[in-house]
């Protein structure tokens, strides 16, 4: 069965960050395995802990942080012939503090490497939607990059595009930047090497969704380079919290499709008299309940793992 898990706490591991889904533990050296190769490790567990609008919210989605696992797992797997990523392959229960319960781990935590953060989420959009639309709509471009004119909400855009932001904390919110301000950042042999792989991995995973009935709209990365700079695609992978899935026999341009993913959380947060900062209100049983329904179609249909 399905665990639930809102904060973890592990003594005797050190918490490095406690992000909007994500906690970070450091693994100190004693508790890998002898033959791991030199360097630092973590812990990435996968909370049930939802965001949307940039504020975690204050109910949880049972069961959320596995199934978010285990389709990164299934992408980083499928994509691993186009970009190298941070999983390691040591066992999780190998590293946990005496007297967790390594089945609460188990399908919702992995060991990776430590890498060196690029200061920059990789957006790749493939359809116009979200902030993306409303960038549009004001100036009929998004992040710099000028699209055709007449375009309606929703529609598959000519070619996808690499469309960056700032990494915002927990509680503030992502801002879309051009590619210009990404190579001001990080300099610009390293954001050509995002973008180009930002795209590579969303054309290879787009392709193998509508294959299955799927579209993927949009979808967020993040990387990291090692000490040697090799660059990792690291975090999570076309979850359906990174990710925008719609069901393509449902999909409709000049609307907001219905989705696999957590739109059906913004479209109920949007009803709400809210300003969208912090605190979020609480989530009705019924949008709980339908949320995680969502979540579980979606790892059954991309990765063939069915949850009860």
């Known amino acids: 069965m399905p665990t639930t898990l809102l904060q973890s706490d592990l003594p005797g591991l050190p918490l490095r960050h406690r992000g909007k889904v994500r906690d970070v533990f450091d693994i100190p050296r004693e508790r890998l ?27 949880p989605i049972p069961g959320k942080g596995e199934m978010l696992c285990q389709v990164s797992n299934f992408w980083f797997a499928k994509t691993a012939h186009l970009m190298p990523n941070h ?18 781990y188990a399908r919702r935590a992995v060991v990776t ?9 990789a957006i790749a959009r493939g359809y116009l939607i979200g902030s993306g639309w409303k960038d549009y709509q004001r100036t009929g471009q998004v992040s710099g990059i000028k699209l055709p004119d ?14 960056p932001s700032t990494k915002a904390a927990v509680g503030d919110h992502d801002e879309n930047i051009d590619f210009d301000a990404m190579v001001k950042s990080v300099g610009a042999e390293l954001a050509e090497k ?32 090692d000490a040697d ?3 990792y695609i690291m975090d999570e992978m076309l979850t359906p919290d990174s990710s925008r899935y719609w069901p393509a026999d449902e999909y409709a341009v000049g609307t907001s499709p219905p989705s696999y993913d957590k739109q059906f959380v913004r479209d109920y947060l949007e009803t709400l008299d809210w300003d969208k900062t912090a605190p979020g209100p609480a989530l009705p049983a019924e949008v709980i309940s339908r949320t995680r329904d969502k979540y579980a179609e979606a790892l059954q249909k991309l990765a063939g793992i069915h949850i009860d």
């Open 150 to 163: 007449g375009l309606q909400q929703a529609q598959k855009l000519p070619e996808p595009i690499f469309t």
């Open 33 to 59: 395995p002898a033959d791991t190769p030199a360097g630092d490790y973590l812990l990435i567990v996968a909370t049930d802990r939802l965001s949307a609008f940039d504020v975690v919210l204050p109910d």
């Open 194 to 225: 995002v973008r180009d792989a930002t795209l590579r991995i969303y054309k290879f995973a787009a392709e193998y969704a509508a294959e299955r009935g799927i579209l993927l709209a949009d979808t967020k990365f993040e990387f990291g380079t």
């Open 113 to 121: 490497r430590r890498l060196k953060p690029v200061p920059v989420e």
């Open 87 to 104: 999983l390691t392959g040591i066992d999780v229960a190998s590293v946990l503090p005496e007297g967790v319960d390594p089945a609460l």
């Open 229 to 231: 700079g090799r660059l």
